[in-house]
T-cell receptor
């Protein structure tokens, strides 16, 4: 059974600081997604990581994937209040497992304070 | 614009009632999914369908039913057998090929009253 573990689950940051969210998963996959969710809202796609060593950046967020270590990271640079949200990683098992779907981590609730 | 439409946005269910959540997409996506989200939790798969007239159970299918009579539509019925249905329900779709992304609807919040 595939497990996806995120840490930390809660993160309180000061504006201007850097931090990293970690996503570990338990079986082979080469497709990993990062999503943002604001309270009461749907999921917003941030990054799709499709191969080992993939790195993508958008603004203050940068995501990377190490398929050998089964680890993805979401790095936040110089945090601002607008980044406050819950961030999910999800592993795509459509072709690597018995189910065709995304397996989600529990999410990291990020709060950026002035 | 193409997208996924979920309705209603809010739904209240009485004990013992069946309710149906609507999910419609105009993206011409092959696969559709239903996820449930509880507070402080990630999403868990209820059912998915990769082609019309076919669907598969996910991790938490008990107490739910679906149909896929049209490519565009994948309604979810929450039956009275689902003892704890209060949650946020998200529908998603994707093209059934490698490296295609997923599109999510705006969600339905179901509350038992």
């Amino acid at each position: 059974e595939l497990k996806v573990e995120q840490n930390p689950l809660f993160l309180s940051m000061q504006e201007g600081k850097n931090y990293t969210i970690y996503c570990n998963y338990s079986t082979t996959s080469d497709r990993l997604y990062w999503y943002r969710q604001d309270p009461g809202k749907s999921l917003e796609s941030l990054f799709v990581l499709l191969s080992n060593g993939a790195v993508k950046q958008e603004g203050r967020l940068m995501a990377s994937l190490d398929t050998k270590a089964r680890l993805s990271t979401l790095h936040i640079t110089a945090a601002v209040h607008d980044l406050s949200a819950t961030y999910f990683c999800a592993v795509d098992m459509r072709y690597g497992g018995s189910q065709g779907n995304l397996i989600f981590g529990k999410g990291t609730k990020l709060s950026v304070k002035p | 614009d193409g997208g996924i439409t979920q309705s209603p946005k809010y739904l209240f269910r009485k004990e013992g009632q069946n309710v149906t959540l609507s999910c419609e997409q105009n993206l011409n996506h092959d696969a559709m999914y239903w996820y449930r989200q509880d507070p402080g939790q990630g999403l868990r798969l209820i059912y998915y369908s990769q082609i019309v007239n076919d669907f598969q159970k996910g991790d938490i299918a008990e107490g739910y039913s679906v149909s896929r009579e049209k490519k565009e539509s994948f309604p979810l019925t929450v039956t009275s057998a689902q003892k704890n249905p209060t949650a946020f329900y998200l529908c998603a779709s994707s093209v059934d090929r490698p490296y295609a992304g997923y599109t999510f609807g705006s969600g339905t919040r179901l509350t038992v009253v």
